[in-house]
């Protein structure tokens, strides 16, 4: 950095001999600590230029000067790429697909590409444009939606065939963000590939309120916070790195929310999906990550303190227990507050630390016993609950195409947001028009019970029904419906391509 002496000799000149000897010589100090500032800045600045592993080159919030963003730039845009993705979806009671672009970051030599969910999750086809504009095959290897995240592989055979050159990105670390903080977002807006936009962390820890941690029909963000920036961000840039200026991904740019309020995830979170992901794409299988459930929800306790007689930063408030869930089942309540679990303090006061509690939750072994600490009334209970796996309310979605429709699994989370029973059945999603299914006036939601009064407990069960009946050539299925809370009786007249 280069120091204006011109302006430090200002000053000295400027000092009048009235002025006391006590008085001077502060000012002289001042000038100096200043000089040694920003000689100091200029050494960090040097350091970063040589290198950007970390290290000793690394300055913990590092200034965005046109050199340091010429230099991050230089060395991140590399790592970027492009993603043309053709995604599985459902529509008119058939398995369609939905073409879209988005952005990802390599993550090492192997050729893997972290991405969001809703760019690559569900994906059929992918293609990915290098820095250098070459363009080769890829596939998805797991995808997590409740982190948003997902990790696509690069067909590194014809990567070498192409004699393709790529590099990867330094993960950095999303804990040691600051609000303030200058940060780079790179990614691929609106098809603009190699794109570079700058500002700075607004908040380091933003919570958002249930009915917001949905993206397209997918619960997102439950598990963790988020960063916010007024870096701009637009539709193609999901999936792209969030870079703070010594070079490192501290982020994965995810939602654009407008007037300068734009999001990533915190790059810890998707160290640890990454590493999930990993360890269970094995032999073949998609990688995924699983998650344990009580079936409870929780609000801090900002403000109710005094309501619920407990200290303050002490428990969280259990606002809600889901039917049939391991919770109902142990004899949890809502308005208990809950201490512990397994011995292990839950705090939660403030909405922030929210996400913190239900990843202590999640972090369980599935299927396995939890202790938990609750205080009920003046009382203190302690209660055992069985993990289950977590379900989101989107459950898996097939196509049955002679009866014309496609339906989904009955998970316990939408059961009880659609306030039905029990799990037993499975959910028409669409219809194909002209074909069985929408002649008997079926309808996206109703919940299939029994196929020719047989019963339908889950979506395999289903499966095998629908199987044996087309095997027969069954001209005539009766189901047994639920609609809200009525049951009806649909008749398919089904025909078969001779």
């Known amino acids: 950095m280069h120091i204006d002496t011109t302006s430090v000799q200002g000053i000295g000149e400027r000092t009048s001999h009235s002025i006391s000897t006590s008085a001077r010589r502060k000012r002289t100090r001042a000038i100096f600590a200043a000089a040694a500032l920003a000689l100091a800045m200029a050494g960090a600045s040097t350091a970063f230029a040589r290198g950007g592993e970390k290290g000793e080159g690394d300055q913990p919030y590092p200034p965005a000067t046109p050199k340091a963003v010429v230099e991050v730039t230089g060395r991140i845009f590399p790592a970027v790429v492009r993603l043309d993705v053709a995604q599985e979806v459902y529509a008119d009671g058939k398995r369609t697909v939905r073409r879209g672009i988005g952005s990802g970051v390599i993550i090492d030599d192997d050729g893997r590409v972290l991405t969001n969910y809703h ?13 250098n504009k070459e363009r080769v095959h890829a596939k998805l290897i797991g995808d997590d939606h409740w982190t948003d995240l997902a990790i696509v592989q690069m067909d590194m055979d014809e990567i070498k065939q192409k004699k393709a050159e790529f590099k990867h990105a330094d993960l950095g670390d999303s804990k040691t963000l600051i609000t303030g903080q200058d940060v780079m977002a790179v990614g691929t807006p609106f098809g603009l590939a190699r794109t570079m936009t700058l500002g700075v962390v607004s908040n380091n820890e933003r919570t958002f309120y249930p009915e917001q941690m949905h993206i397209d029909e997918y619960e997102t963000g439950s598990f963790s916070n988020w960063i916010q920036m007024d870096t701009p961000i637009n539709p193609g840039n999901s999936g792209g790195p969030l870079v703070d200026l010594n070079g490192k991904v501290v982020g994965i740019n995810t939602r654009g929310g407008g007037q300068n309020l734009n999001f990533a995830i915190p790059i810890d979170t998707a160290k640890e999906v990454i ?34 007689s407990i200290d303050i930063n002490r428990g969280v408030l259990i606002n809600s227990v889901d039917h049939n869930s391991p919770a109902e089942k142990a004899g949890v309540k809502s308005q208990d507050i809950l201490l512990d679990v397994n011995g292990v303090p839950v705090n939660v006061r403030f909405p922030e630390e929210i996400a913190a509690a239900r990843k202590m939750i999640a972090d369980l072994p599935i299927g396995t016993d939890a202790t938990l600490n609750i205080k009920r009334g003046k009382e ?12 989101g309310a989107a459950g898996e979605e097939r196509e049955f195409k002679v009866w014309g ?17 029990d799990t037993q059945g499975v959910i028409v999603t669409t219809e194909s028009p002209g074909y069985a299914a929408a002649k008997a ?5 109703d919940v299939i019970r029994a196929v020719n009064r047989k019963p339908v407990t889950d979506m395999d069960e289903f499966a095998k029904l629908y199987d044996a009946s087309v095997e027969k050539k069954d001209k005539v299925v009766v189901l047994d419906v639920q609609r809200g809370r009525g049951r009806r009786t649909a008749v398919l007249k089904v025909s078969y391509d001779e």
């Open 275 to 308: 590493a999930k992901i990993e360890s269970s794409a094995k032999e073949g299988k998609k990688g995924k990550v699983d998650r344990s459930d009580l079936g409870i929800d929780l609000k801090p306790l900002q403000d109710l303190e005094t309501f619920y």
């Open 119 to 131: 760019v690559a999750g569900r994906a059929r086809e992918i293609f990915i444009t290098l820095y």
């Open 405 to 421: 429709l496609s339906v989904r699994e009955l998970t316990r989370t939408y059961a009880n947001e659609a306030q039905l029973d």
């Open 441 to 445: 006036e079926l309808a996206p939601g």
């Open 380 to 391: 203190n209970v302690t209660l055992t609950a069985k993990t289950e796996k977590l379900q």
